[in-house]
DNA sequence: TAGAAATCATACCAAATTGGTCATTTTAAA
DNA sequence: TTTAAAATGACCAATTTGGTATGATTTCTA
């Protein structure tokens, strides 16, 4: 199962948490209650995300996190790979060619690289405010038909 | 780093090389050889495909596998949730909608839901004959100069 | 201004998944 | 009947992931 990890996951969460109120200074401790995460856990993602950039951390009495930036100027990729590293769907496209004496594949890098752009594209194209945003209840049918457009820029 | 498991990337490659010679009948051993990839590791991943309807297997005296349908009617989301299973980026687009009494967040399925279905778009718009066309002659040097721009947007 | 409380930060440990190996059985062609 | 090959299942090692505990830092308050 193609799956993110699940600190990635927590941490899209956490953040929506945080981009909710974002005035709010909150506390590690106060994000464990509301999201139900071990509250060491949601420590460290969110030192993570401090060092990536994403949010500021109030030492001290009353301290805690918040965001560093306007949701709007956050995207999906920005969290994901905050915590899990770049998105590089093969090996084939990190830096060193590596091993690619192999025959017969190497074709296949293009094509690669379509779509391992695709879909940095996919969790590039959504923005922490949409992530809050507008909870229609979506559960049941048809109500995520007005969706996708995404995944154009193949083809 | 999100990428995909080694079986599933071996998987691709070995679906390309048996893709190369359709009319031929590949042994696990001579694919090994080919790709570089250890017997066993061929011998499991050549199952799985053949479980999932995407090879066909000959057993006996100079048996081996073949497509069990033209290269253009495979993708490569085909062979990866043969190998990886289904693409389901976070928990909460499984089925049992799990734990979501977690407040402030549910807004943000719908949005999952749209990242999903783009990734898979864009695994699901190349296809088993695209990854071996334009295989330009590439062993030895500067061959694969032209090859695109990959690894730029990594840094 | 000093101490204490609240909080961030880091180092450590356990468990689960993944990747790979081996040995046995079944099949079919020569 | 012998041989070469696939199919199957059990097994082992290692990396990664998730979680825990402890330590360091800052700010408030008396």
Redesign the pocket.
């Known amino acids: ?1 193609i799956k ?7 941490a899209v969460e956490l953040m929506c948490c945080i981009a909710l109120k974002p005035q709010d ?6 994000l464990s209650d509301l999201a139900h ?5 949601v ?2 993602i ?2 993570t995300l ?2 990536a950039g994403l949010l500021a ?9 918040s965001l560093a930036r306007p949701a709007d100027k956050i995207s999906i990729t920005h969290i994901i790979e905050a ?3 770049p998105v590089q769907l093969t090996n084939c496209l990190g830096e060193e060619a590596s091993d690619c004496d192999r025959e017969s594949n190497c074709g296949t890098r293009s094509q690669w690289y379509r779509i391992n752009e695709a879909v940095k594209d996919a969790l590039g194209s959504v923005r922490l405010s949409q992530m809050i945003e507008s909870v229609p209840d979506f559960i049941g049918d048809g109500a995520m038909d007005d969706l996708p457009l995404i995944a154009k820029t193949l083809n």
């Open positions: 199962m993110l990890s699940n600190l990635a996951d927590y200074v909150h506390s590690s401790a106060g995460i071990p509250l060491p856990t420590s460290k969110l030192g401090v060092r951390s109030h030492r001290g009495l009353n301290g805690g996190f915590v899990d590293g």
